[in-house]
């Protein structure tokens, strides 16, 4: 074999073995981190089952009761910030609060609310949906409110939302509640 052709034999031959051992690493490397993936995903579905918040509905919905009579019914507007959430009233003050409220309610107010279903948020935290309906005004409210809390520290609302109708959104996952 002459000179040549050893050079293109051993540079073809080096070549072919950086391909075949660059694809042999990459898929040891491909495995390694499909394990990784995989041990991480478990531990963190592990640590998001630990996490799960238990809620009272009942005692939610009564916060959310009383939340909306004071300020949808009463038309109380400074009772009604002293129930929010201390996040939400740092960030939200009181004169937007107000001008929100007046917004929700462009042709009265409700006379009575009712709460009728629940929602806990998904993946376990510690806040919860409570669906309220009003009546009054020749009209039909309906409010998507969130509290955030547990039985232990009660609960405060964070969220307010008009006119999410409780009969349309999201009814395969709610829950009425209990009388």
Excluded at 96 to 119: D, I, L, N, Q, W
Aim: charge should be positive.
């Amino acid at each position: 074999m002459s000179a040549t052709w050893q050079f293109v034999f051993h540079r073809v031959h080096d070549q072919a073995e950086r391909i075949f051992l660059s694809l042999a690493l990459s898929h040891l490397h491909r495995r390694s981190l499909r394990i990784s993936f995989f041990v991480l995903g478990s531990i963190l579905g592990l640590l998001g089952c630990a996490g799960k918040a238990e809620h009272d509905e009942a005692l939610a919905a009564k916060r959310a009761v009383e939340f909306a009579e004071t300020v949808f019914v009463q038309n109380d507007i400074e009772k009604g910030y002293r129930l929010l959430s201390d996040g939400l009233r740092r960030h939200v003050p009181i004169a937007k609060f107000k001008e929100t409220v007046t917004r929700m309610h462009p042709k009265g107010y409700p006379t009575s609310v009712t709460a009728r279903e629940f929602e806990p948020m998904p993946g376990g935290e510690k806040a919860i949906y409570i669906f309220l309906t009003g009546d009054g005004s020749g009209e039909s409210f309906d409010y998507k409110l969130t509290l955030e809390g547990s039985p232990a520290t009660d609960y405060r609302v964070t969220n307010l939302e008009p006119g999410t109708s409780s009969r349309l959104l999201m009814e395969h996952r709610k829950t009425p509640l209990k009388k």
